[in-house]
């Protein structure tokens, strides 16, 4: 579970950091419109959201409680994988090293 940590923790600080930027030097509408006049950046929207979605699945099986799950999965549409870094933190903090309990939940 430590390489999980690991991987979590530098997801979230890249994450923190990527966000950081993009709204401290960015504009939102006009650059998104720029990806989206951008074939290749439409594939990566879709590439990105195909993501999202398998891993809030990983999501939807691990919680238990319908509000969580919504939360969670609401969460990860917005923010991305800066919510899939925070959710396998806790996920691996949450198992005390049990794989089972990580993959799957209590």
Do not use: C, H, Q
């Amino acid at each position: 579970m430590r390489a999980v940590k690991i991987i979590g923790w530098l997801g979230v600080i890249a994450m923190t950091a990527a966000i950081g930027n993009g709204f401290l030097n960015g504009n939102f509408t006009d650059d998104g419109g720029e990806l989206l006049r951008n074939p290749w950046g439409i594939v990566s929207l879709v590439d990105l959201y195909v993501g999202f979605i398998i891993f809030s699945i990983w999501i939807a099986l691990r919680e238990k409680s319908v509000g969580a799950k919504i939360v969670w999965i609401v969460l990860m549409m917005i923010l991305g994988f800066f919510t899939g870094s925070v959710y396998l933190l806790k996920a691996a903090y949450e198992s005390k090293g049990d794989k089972r309990v990580f993959l799957m939940g209590k």
